[in-house]
């Protein structure tokens, strides 16, 4: 026989567990009526002046860029003069793109308002404390001394939508460009 005030727990217990469910539901349901989209262009700017040869480096704050499928520009400009002082060697130049792995973006570089992506080699390395980074080299340019010349490109940053996860929305995602010259 079944015992009555044992069954009376279990019936409470249940009906309290499924009203916890339904709470939950309701409350995931009316958080999701409070969303909002924003769409835009990111346009910043990054200049590097090769003026000396040692290596400089950036970050791109890509805050603003979210998983819609819309590209996100910044355009990066490098160049051998700095207001009068011009280089006075030719100098070769690289441009590499180091990246965390933790968001699932694409990334493409345009030179010169081209449409040909420059990307070139994607390789992970690791630094000294066990990150793991995608680092790009694109691009080898090169100045003549004396001349007065600035190169252009374009970094596209695209979050496809198909990632639009509430396991990504924590994440924190690094963009570092950095611009290395040596003298020829």
């Not at 996100?72 to 280089?87: A, G, P, Q």
């Not at 630094?127 to 080299?137: A, H, N, P, Q, T």
Request: contains cysteine; glycine residues 4%.
């Amino acid at each position: 026989m079944i015992n009555k005030k044992k069954f009376k727990v279990f019936n409470r217990f249940t009906i309290l567990v499924f009203c916890i469910l339904v709470f939950l539901f309701i409350i995931k349901t009316s958080y999701s009526f409070f969303h909002s989209d924003a769409s835009g262009v990111v346009a910043n700017k990054i200049a590097f002046y090769v003026v000396d040869s040692k290596p400089q480096s950036q970050t791109i704050k890509i805050g603003e860029v979210k998983p819609d499928g819309q590209d996100y520009s910044y355009d990066i400009e490098v160049s051998n003069f700095k207001n009068d002082k011009v280089s006075e060697v030719d100098l070769d130049y690289t441009v590499q793109i180091i990246t965390s792995t933790n968001i699932p973006v694409d990334f493409k570089l345009y030179s010169n308002g081209g449409d040909t992506n420059i990307i070139g080699n994607k390789e992970i390395v690791e630094d000294d404390s066990g990150m793991y980074f995608f680092k790009y080299s694109p691009q080898v340019g090169s100045f003549t001394h004396g001349i007065k010349k600035t190169d252009k490109f374009t970094l596209v940053i695209n979050f496809p939508d198909l990632y639009n996860d509430a396991l990504y929305q924590d994440l924190i995602e690094s963009v570092e460009v950095t611009v290395d010259a040596k003298q020829v």
